[in-house]
């Protein structure tokens, strides 16, 4: 069972908070090997961005980890516009440091 990979939306897409946890309930106690995609832990929003290599929708769900609230949100310190895809801008976007100062996953 997975909650996402590099060509589906995101869950968090079209799922809040308490969906998502029963959603990961589910997922995790089922039979067999959960697969969880990397910022699914923490809640990464699927970004609605033009397709980057033809991949339709999938863009979105690749944009890079987010690590903490400094530039970029952690993941490069270079400009904004040299990365390859852009971070959450939200000003409540899931970083992993969030997550660890609530406990552990966000969810």
Same mark, same amino acid.
């Given at each position: 069972m997975l909650t996402c990979n590099h060509d !589906?939306?995101?869950p968090r897409y079209?799922?809040?908070e308490r969906e998502l946890k029963l959603a990961y309930a589910t997922i995790f106690t089922l039979p067999g090997v959960p697969f969880l995609y990397y910022g699914d832990e923490i809640g990464m929003r699927y970004l609605d961005?033009? !397709?980057k290599e033809g991949g339709y929708f999938r863009t979105g769900s690749r944009s890079p980890m987010q690590w903490d609230d400094s530039k970029n949100l952690g993941f490069s310190s270079g400009k904004k516009e040299d990365l390859y895809l852009p971070?959450?801008?939200s000003e409540d976007a899931p970083t992993v440091a969030a997550s660890e100062a609530a406990g552990g996953c966000i969810l």
């Open positions: !589906t939306i995101r079209n799922l809040d961005l033009p !397709t971070v959450d801008e």
